[in-house]
């Protein structure tokens, strides 16, 4: 009967084209341990996701075929034009929720990039948690939000914050995130480098300088808290660090040139995004951030400047 055709043809269609989004981030604050037996770093991360948003559409298909359609929104952003399928992170994300769920299928990605590549602000991160969200919808897969966070967590330290956004903690490795709440809106401008910074050399510089902590904290302060809830971001610029500064700026040493065109431009503070090259400057106002973009972009090395604000949680206002 009609019941039965319903049935077969439910089973049959592959799947509903699904589409998910998650953001670039930036870190207020990164403190890094000595390494662990495997090399990975146990970290004190906080995490401020950015209004840069990946949005992924995951098409599912008859048959096995496997391909990714990546956009950028500006050429300033770069390009992935040399990546292959296999080794794009959002198809990696979909293989292994699929597998996870003893699936497999072909399906066709379309990727819409305005986080800018290999500048240390994780859109590779961000395209493979929107492709997870996007997925579970699209196949049906039976995953809780706990298994998309492990399956994330095996695709990179990174990805698990991409999977909340906004503020957050990141304990661990970066992958064990806490999320903080709402805090008032910054806005940041970034200076894109002509040339990337390989993230594993910045950690290796860092291991070889013994500038490693025997362990890091597991809580921000309260002079921390206070400072993120304070509408005047001069408390948070007195507290922002990263750890990786020195390995990145020894790799880098024309970064500093870069920097010091931010604090010369009145920056509330001027920072190195995760393990670089991305540098950030922290704006007082909108006003403000055009004058700091004008004055990194006079900046030797530096091809392009965006303003951003955060923290931002994608898909709320
Ligand atoms: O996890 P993800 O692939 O994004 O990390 C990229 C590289 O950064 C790793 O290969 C490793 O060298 C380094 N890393 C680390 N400790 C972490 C996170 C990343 O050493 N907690």
Known sequence: GIDDFVRLARAARPGRVARASAGGKINLLLDVARPDERGYHPLRSLFCGLDLIETVTVTPRLGERVDVTTRCASKQIGDLAGLSTNDHLAVRAVRAALARCGRQAGFHLDVDKHVPVAGGM???SADAAAALRAAREAFDLDLSDDDLHEIARDLGADVAFGLVGGLALGLGYGDVVTPLGPAPTRTFVLAINERGLSTPEVFAAFDASGAGRAACEDALSPRWMQALADPDPSALGELVSNDLTDAALSLRPDLREIMRAGDDAGAV?????????????????DEHAAALARALAAAPGVAATVIATGPVVPGED
Request: charged residues 10%.
């Open 122 to 124: 994780a859109g590779g």
């Open 269 to 285: 503070c001027t920072f190195v995004s995760g393990s670089g090259p991305t540098i950030v400057a922290l704006a007082r106002d």
